[in-house]
């Protein structure tokens, strides 16, 4: 063995080595660092494709030089990435769902419409398909001189009942007991609940867009990351607070533009479970429509409901996919519990 071929080894060994301890490093700052940093916001909101690409490049470099030593360090590193950073999702284990008195089951949908802008027929057909229960609806509003695309879902969709507050929309084949919609200061989308008598059975489902992380120019961003992170903190506190007082189960849905890793995300899965995470397969990402490579819309689930099957659908009627959702709901000790 030559000394190239000697040195050439022990550099991708090297570079191995540190591929794989930034990749160890990245991962607690993605979960626990603050987003108003604006280099952390990057690192969270980054398509997770983009942490292989050094492994990618290293582990081609070895194999057409046949540097196998290096492989070693590459296959940790890709394991880890596959664990920590892709966001797949194969539920080996039964969500944490408590034991139901007479469940009810039904069908969930959410989608963001973006005003019906790549075409109201096209949206339309897409939710029919699933024929949803209950239809979450973010950017379903009037915008650039478009017709409200509400009105028009309605008439081609019979038998839903209306909950709405401006671009947040909730339709739902039961009865709406009650419905209020909690703002926020600075002028972002706060949070649409509504209160549904599912055959007897109390459900409270809220429906919310969470402001992006970015905003503006480059040149802004300094400025605006911050800022926008304190207002997603606001909107995340707010849900929060509010589904975890419901005494009846509990559904979120929406646009949460945010990725499934960050202190935003672990904020929300302190208290509910993630309905794909839970029962979902693959990687579940939702945007953009025509490549997906982030997860950003979600369903989020109290422990009195059971997800028993979550899945992004291949549409392209708006610039993300829709998320569809079966649930099994019941009164049971949790429910009691935040009642106390």
Not at 6 to 19: D, E, K, M
Not at 55 to 66: E, S
Not at 254 to 259: A, E, K, R, S
Not at 305 to 312: H, L, T
């Amino acid at each position: 063995m030559t000394n190239a071929v000697i040195n050439a080894q022990r550099r991708l060994r090297i570079f191995s080595l540190l591929n794989l301890a930034a990749l160890l490093v990245l991962w607690p700052i993605q979960n626990l660092a603050p987003e108003r940093f604006w280099p952390v916001m990057f690192l969270v909101i980054a398509p997770p494709l983009v942490f292989l690409i050094p492994t990618l490049l290293l582990f081609a470099t070895g194999w057409k030089r046949k540097l196998r030593p290096g492989i070693a360090f590459l296959s940790a590193a890709f394991v880890f990435w596959f664990a920590a950073f892709s966001g797949f999702c194969f539920p080996i284990f039964k969500s944490p769902g408590a034991e139901y008195s007479a469940p009810q089951t039904i069908k969930a949908m959410t989608y963001n419409i973006r005003s019906g802008s790549l075409g109201i027929d096209a949206v339309i057909a897409t939710i029919a398909s699933q024929n949803p229960d209950v239809l979450f609806l973010q950017e379903a509003w009037p915008h650039d001189a478009r017709l409200d695309p509400v009105p028009l879902i309605l008439a081609r969709l019979k038998n839903y009942k209306l909950a709405r507050h401006q671009q947040l929309v909730i339709l739902s084949k039961f009865p709406i007991q009650e419905k209020h919609y909690y703002p926020l200061t600075e002028h972002q989308a706060g949070v649409l609940e509504a209160e549904l008598n599912v055959n007897g059975q109390s459900l409270s489902v809220f429906c919310v867009h969470f402001s992006i992380p970015l905003n503006g120019a480059p040149a802004d961003w300094p400025r605006e990351i911050p800022k926008m992170a304190r207002i997603r903190k606001a909107q995340s506190e707010l849900l929060n607070r509010l589904a975890s007082q419901s005494a009846a189960p509990v559904i979120i849905a929406g646009d949460f533009n945010t990725p499934p890793r960050g202190v935003l995300y672990r904020g929300l899965a302190a208290q509910f479970s993630d309905a794909f995470k839970s029962s979902g397969r693959g990687f579940g990402k939702t945007f953009p429509a025509g490549f997906p490579l982030e997860r950003i819309d979600y369903f989020w689930t109290s422990r009195d409901v059971k997800s028993a099957r979550a899945e992004v659908l291949p549409s392209r009627a708006s610039d993300r996919r829709a998320m569809v959702g079966e649930f099994s709901i019941g009164q049971n000790s949790s429910a009691n519990s935040r009642e106390n």
